[in-house]
């Protein structure tokens, strides 16, 4: 079982999932390309969904993995999803956490994927902070008082030239969900796609994936930012715990 973690996270945000579940699986998080301990790139061809998609091969590959089920929350739930695409073979299930930011609207967020990235350029990882405090949905996990110091410190201990380059690579470039109905309705990967009932960026790409996967199901959660998992973990567990004793 893989747990990938989103932009400006690292693998550690999954600590509290991973014990949840490590009695009953060998469970693995990493950190991203550009995040945490791993390889810092500076040339900005190193930073794309697809190399991120190659990088979760690799880990698989490295420790003789041949299948595993699949969780990712944010971006890393859209590298997740994109790796069962790829190889359905490889795929024995998907979590998909608060999945599909930018896809609706495309061109506002990219515009602002870009603006996060100069400001990481000018600003540092402090600047990306603030403006990410802009969001409601962001905004709401970053001052919530159980969970907000937490991931307002994960995000300051990125380095703020891979995090641009992670922007105008991955998040920016990235195509829309929306575009991708015809590879999800061939996908029968057993998929659970979660998110919190007032993340409204994710809102309309969330249902769009549930209704296009065959084997698909939405569970929208009390919750009020982007970072459900983290904001109501026992709810996530529960609702991560159902979709598992149907598929093993």
Known sequence: ?????????????????????????????????????????????????????????????????????????????????????????RCLGLVLVGIGSGSSNPRWWQQWWDKLADLAGSGGMSAVLAEMNSLPAWQSALQNPQIGKQISEGIMRNCAQSIAYTMRGVQRKRPSIFESGDALKECETNTLVVMS??????????????????????????????????????????????????LV
Request: overall charge negative; charged content about 20%; hydrophobic content about 40%.
């Open 1 to 89: 079982m893989f747990w990938l973690h989103g932009l400006c996270g690292s693998s550690g945000e999954w600590g509290d999932t991973m014990s949840h579940f490590r009695d009953r699986f060998h469970v693995i998080a990493y950190d991203a390309r550009g995040h945490g301990l791993s390889e810092k790139p500076e040339i900005p061809d190193a930073y794309s969904q697809e190399l991120m998609v190659d990088d979760l091969s690799a880990v698989m590959d490295g420790l003789d993995i041949n299948q595993a089920i699949m969780g990712g929350h944010s971006m890393g739930a859209g590298v997740a999803l994109n790796f069962a695409l790829r190889y359905p073979e």
């Open 197 to 246: 009932e007032h993340d409204t960026p994710v809102k309309s790409s969330s249902q769009f994936i549930a209704e296009c996967m065959p084997n698909a199901a939405l569970k929208v959660l009390p919750a009020q930012s982007h970072w459900t998992h983290r904001e109501v973990p026992d709810e996530f567990l529960r609702a991560v715990d159902d979709f598992l004793a149907h």
